[in-house]
Each structure stands twice: as C-alpha cells, then as structure tokens.
C-alpha cells in the first residue's frame, strides 16, 4: 500500500501499553477510567487500544466522534466531556450516555430529550474548585444537584471537577477534598449517593501515585498521559510508559543553502506576527510539504535531532539541516514526534494521512 505524506503513523500497541500501565495505577486506587479520545478525533484504532487497555468508558469533546463510536457499536458508555450546547441536546442524548454540566438549564433540555427518545441520561455536576473554567461555583452546587435530581429521565450520578486546563492549577489534596465536602453536603441535602466524583484529568496522576489522592475521588478523565506518554504538569515521560506512540512524517520538496537571516525590510508575516531570527550564516535548509494548517509547529520535535524546525508558513514547514545527522535529499521523509498540540492539529486537519502501524 501506498502511504503518501504528510502522513500521521499511529502505533495502537503501544498505546493499549500505555493505557494498561495508567489504568492499572487507577483501579488499584478503585477508580475507574474514562479514556479520552479527542486529540485522534476518535480515531478507530485509538479506541479499540483503549478499550484493550482496561478503559471503563470512552469520552470525547466532540458530539460527531461520539455518533462515529455509536455507530460501530462500541460496548463501553461513552462520555461528552464539553459542556453541552444547549441546541445540541437531543443529539447529546441520542450518542452520550453521560455528560459533565454545569447548568440547570441544559440538564432541563436533556431531560426533555430523554423522555421523548425514551431513555434515561447520566449527569455529572461539574464544580470549579479554582481553575476558572467550566463548572458552578460551590456554593451553587446543592441548587443544582437538587434540581436536576427532580427532572424525569435524568440520573445525577456525581460531582467532578477540571483542572489544569485554562488556569493551570494543580490537583491537590486540598481541592480534590473541597470536591469530597461539596458532594457530602449534595448528599445531606437530596438524599443521593453521587457515588461517582470524578477528581480531573491526566494532571491528577502524580497526587495519585504519591498516594495522596483522597480514597473518595473515584473517577478520571485520562487522555494525554497514556496516549503520549506525558506527565502533564511538565511533560516529562510518564514512569511505564513510551513516547514513540505517534510519529508525523514529512517530505522535503526542496534544500538548498540559504542565510538564515531575511533580506530586506520586514514587517509582519502572513498571521500578523513580527519575527526575530538568528544569524546562524549561510545554512543548507530544507522546505517540507507541511504547514501551520496542518500542525502546530512549535509542537513537533524532529527524530534526528541534528534537524531544527526554523519556522513555517501556511504549507511549508522550513528545517535548518546544516548539522543532520544523515545527508538530507530531495524527496526525502523526515520524521518528528508531536506534543499535544501538535497532535489535536494532526488528527483534525483532513489533509495529513493517518496511517496504523501494527507491531
């Protein structure tokens, strides 16, 4: 088979490797895992590796991944991660069967979509314990539970939590038992167990692992550190784990030795930004079939590391390979590792090939 570039190599036994270490740390506390496939967009071949990796469920961000999941017939439930939007909730209902909330009023709209198709739908309480994205703010929590605990067709099943997402800040045991006390008044309050408190995502790994993370928080949203490995608070490699899970690959359309400093007059680039650039001399440099549209490329670490990523525009991806450690040609593939950021850009854009690689 014929494999064009740009192409995205996806290598899922390493990723079910992955999950099977991450997972097992969870459930040796007694939680489950919801494994999240958003940054592949659900890619097939991610989601069975979850699934043989130990996953108890399967979230996603976006409502199309999860028709896509639906459709096939997955055996885990699945999870909306976003919040939903109040217009989509019959769709929600139709492909999730739980969802993070953290108003009254789209609960209202999802339960009005489960009596009409029939079916009960699983809610989260979402509380911000200080990182300033989605969730009611916890004196707001007891109004909430206790509303959506009287609309028909919805079971709330828990509280949760998001951290280290837009303010960076860190799982602790001091928020993760704020989270315990707010659900331990819902309960007072309603009557329900919440049995489910779902304590974030990959950054609440090391307050697990150290052992710190209080019994009572039973439930992660894991995506980041099983799929590249990566400790999320600083992106070291994570204990058990690879990093070699995806690998982009590119194809030089030209080399040539240029300066590395522009001549002329500058102003602004193409996306509005004033560059600086650093006098290296002439360099032999090398244009790859790849661009800002495809990837960010402040994100992508090349395998040789004698390559470096100077800079790129819309559809060309411009390497200095003065110093690579092979002779670099035209036509060439040349290979790099991609961050988080680098990899969401990947999967999303329609133009980069995704390849699965098999042992």
Not at 54 to 62: C, K, P, T, V
Request: glycine share 8%; proline share 5%; with cysteine.
């Amino acid at each position: 088979m014929y494999f064009r570039t740009p192409r995205l190599e996806i290598h899922p036994e390493r990723i079910t490797a992955n999950a099977q270490s991450v997972i097992k740390a969870c459930h040796d506390h007694g939680a489950t895992v919801a494994c999240v496939t958003k940054v592949t967009c659900a890619h097939p071949a991610v989601v069975h590796a979850f699934e043989l990796g130990g996953a108890d469920m399967i979230a996603d961000s976006r409502i199309l991944n999860l028709m896509s999941m639906a459709n096939t017939g997955i055996p885990l439930p699945l999870m909306l991660l976003r919040i939903p939007a109040p217009s989509r909730a019959a769709d929600v209902v139709r492909c999730a069967d739980v969802t993070l909330n953290s108003s009254l009023q789209t609960i209202q709209l999802l339960s009005e979509a489960a009596q009409f198709l029939h079916k009960r739908h699983q809610v989260i309480v979402m509380v911000d314990v200080g990182d300033l994205r989605e969730g009611v703010w916890p004196d707001g929590a007891i109004g909430v539970v206790k509303g959506a605990s009287l609309l028909p067709g919805i079971d709330v099943i828990g509280l949760g939590c998001n951290l280290a997402c837009y303010g960076g800040v860190i799982p602790s045991i001091e928020n993760m038992n704020e989270l315990i006390e707010i659900r331990n008044a819902c309960r007072k309050e309603t009557g329900l167990e919440l049995a489910t408190l779902s304590g974030g995502n990959s950054s609440s790994l090391p307050l697990l692992t150290a052992g710190q993370m209080p019994k009572e928080i039973n439930h992660f949203r894991l995506g980041e550190a099983i799929l590249l490995g990566r400790n999320v608070l600083d992106r070291s490699p994570w204990p058990g784990t690879r990093q070699d899970t995806f690998k982009l690959v590119a194809e030089v359309v030209e080399i040539a030795r240029k300066p590395s400093v522009p001549i002329g007059d500058r102003g602004q680039n193409a996306f509005g930004e004033t560059c600086e650039f650093e006098d290296r001399g002439i360099r032999l440099r090398a244009i790859c079939n790849l661009g800002r549209q495809d990837v960010a490329i402040d994100g992508i670490a090349p395998e040789d590391e004698g390559i470096l990523v100077v800079g790129g525009s819309s559809d060309h991806l411009i390497l200095d390979v003065e110093e690579a450690h092979q002779t670099v040609k035209l036509g060439q593939e040349i290979a790099f590792y991609p961050n988080y950021a680098a990899l969401l850009a990947l999967s999303t854009s329609p133009y980069v090939q995704k390849v699965v690689v098999r042992g």
